[in-house]
């Protein structure tokens, strides 16, 4: 659908599924639910807190989904070990400006070659997610995977606002930070953008827009409606 036939299928879906007097939108009002019900669906496809259990690739239902809204990006990395506020063998990134759920995170790390100590190594790596709650502990055990160890190393990651903040053990360096992540959809417009999740969804999309537009405006069919509503699929 375009935004255009996702604005007729809103309107029916209200006006004709029971028969009832259909509430006034304006065109404004259906491109903010169709926007709402966009936002919802990717949180609850992504999350798992659907009728199925599901959250993103757990199926392949839930990989199509999703799949026009996943990003691979290579960020550029900032060397900032102990200054302002972050912490000592740290390393930056900035978050895109789309960007909305991490799905996978790499690094590129640089170290001095055991078997040649005057030439460099560069390898491909994960990353060792910790908390506020947990970085102390990991950055005191001498076993942390953030340590290197057999030419081995994943950087420990924390966030901090818009930055990604990756941290190391001072024995390596850090040249790229790859994310791969769900990017947040683009907002519909009336006869000018359309939805960018896939073809299959807009029906479940509108009807979560529907379900959404009626409980807030409290129609007495919203109750007969959920219903219907939560064994779509």
């Known amino acids: ?12 879906e209200c006006d004709k599924t029971y028969g009832l ?16 019900g966009t936002r919802s669906f990717v949180k609850t ?18 990989i199509d989904d999703l799949r026009t809204l996943v990003v691979e990006d290579q960020r550029t990395i900032t060397e900032t070990s102990g200054t302002g506020d972050y912490k000592p063998n740290s390393w930056t990134a900035t978050l895109p400006t789309d960007y909305w759920f991490t799905l996978g995170e790499e690094v590129d790390i640089r ?32 076993y942390s995977e953030h340590r290197l160890h ?20 001072g024995n390596y360096n850090i040249l790229y930070y790859y994310l791969r992540y769900l990017r947040k959809p683009v907002d519909i417009v009336y006869a000018s953008v359309d939805c960018d999740l ?25 109750g007969s409606y959920t219903q219907e509503n939560s064994v779509m699929e």
């Open 45 to 62: 496809r992504y999350s798992g807190l659907n009728l199925k259990k599901e959250g993103f690739e757990e199926s392949q239902k839930r």
């Open 111 to 142: 170290y001095n070659d055991i078997r040649t100590p005057s030439a460099n190594t560069d390898k491909r790596q994960g990353v060792t997610g910790a908390t506020v709650n947990n970085y102390r502990s990991l950055i005191d055990d001498p």
């Open 150 to 169: 057999y030419e081995e190393a994943k950087p420990i990651r924390l966030f901090l606002g818009n930055t990604v903040e990756l941290i190391t053990d």
């Open 1 to 12: 659908m375009n935004s255009t036939t996702m604005h007729t299928s809103f309107k029916l």
């Open 198 to 222: 896939p073809e299959h969804t807009h029906d479940e999309i509108v009807k979560t827009a529907v379900r959404m537009a009626l409980e807030n405006i409290e129609q007495p069919r919203y």
């Open 21 to 36: 007097e259909s509430p006034s939108f304006e065109k404004e009002e259906i491109d903010y639910w169709l926007n709402q």
